[in-house]
T-cell receptor, first 112, second 115 residues
Framework: KQEVTQIPAALSVPEGENLVLNCSFT??????LQWFRQDPGKGLTSLLL?????REQTSGRLNASLDKSSGRSTLYIAASQPGDSATYLC???????????FGPGTRLSVLP | EAGVTQSPTHLIKTRGQQATLRCSPI?????VYWYQQALGLGLQFLLW???????NRGNFPPRFSGRQFPNYSSELNVNALELEDSALYLC??????????????FGNGTRLTVT
């Protein structure tokens, strides 16, 4: 069964701290992996997309890495800000089925 | 460029009724995905349409159905509504599935409440 898990489930940090969110998946046969943020009651905003052939992607203060062989991805957020407070979701597009499977998310709170 | 649009924003129905939710993808996108996000739960995959055809279906009963129109917009129908169908329904679009390099783009969702 194709599953995606995320740890921690929730995280609270003071403003300015660097942090890492983790995503694990059960099948290494993937097309790509995408990180999203979701604000309460809203849709999802795409942050980064990593193709299966890539090791990492960067956008501003965000850096996402991918290790297909170990079934893991990390999202690194540098110099966190209160505006970063949201739920962060990892989604994996597996070769079989070709639909995106989502993890349960990590709820991040950045305290001013 | 207009994003993915969903309508209505909110929908209130009574148990046993039918609900119809609509989604317009980004121009040029032919794939449409539907997800259910119940309160406190993760996103559950419902349906995937590409170029008018149903490509994949999640583990939901047959009363959840949909279709994709020639202009690539999509409709999700939920028959015989149950209380546990109350959720945020999210639609996403992407370019043709043969090009797996592109990210998913989501709409803001339809909040369905079943009373």
């Amino acid at each position: 069964k194709q599953e995606v898990t995320q740890i921690p489930a929730a995280l609270s940090v003071p403003e300015g701290e660097n942090l890492v969110l983790n995503c694990s998946f059960t099948d290494s046969a993937i097309y790509n992996l995408q990180w999203f943020r979701q604000d309460p009651g809203k849709g999802l905003t795409s942050l980064l997309l990593i193709q299966s052939s890539q090791r990492e992607q960067t956008s501003g203060r965000l850096n996402a890495s991918l290790d297909k062989s170990s079934g893991r991805s990390t999202l690194y957020i540098a110099a966190s800000q209160p505006g970063d407070s949201a739920t962060y979701l990892c989604a994996v597009c597996f070769n079989y089925g070709q639909n995106f499977v989502f993890g349960p998310g990590t709820r991040l709170s950045v305290l001013p | 460029e207009a994003g993915v649009t969903q309508s209505p924003t909110h929908l209130i129905k009574t148990r046993g009724q039918q609900a119809t939710l609509r989604c317009s993808p980004i121009s040029g996108h032919t794939s449409v995905y539907w997800y259910q996000q119940a309160l406190g739960l993760g996103l559950q995959f419902l349906l995937w349409y590409d170029e008018g055809e149903e490509r994949n279906r999640g583990n939901f009963p047959p009363r959840f159905s949909g279709r994709q129109f020639p202009n690539y917009s999509s409709e999700l129908n939920v028959n015989a509504l149950e209380l546990e169908d109350s959720a945020l329904y999210l639609c996403a679009s992407s370019p043709p599935y043969r090009g797996r390099e592109s990210p998913l783009h989501f709409g803001n969702g339809t909040r369905l409440t079943v009373t």
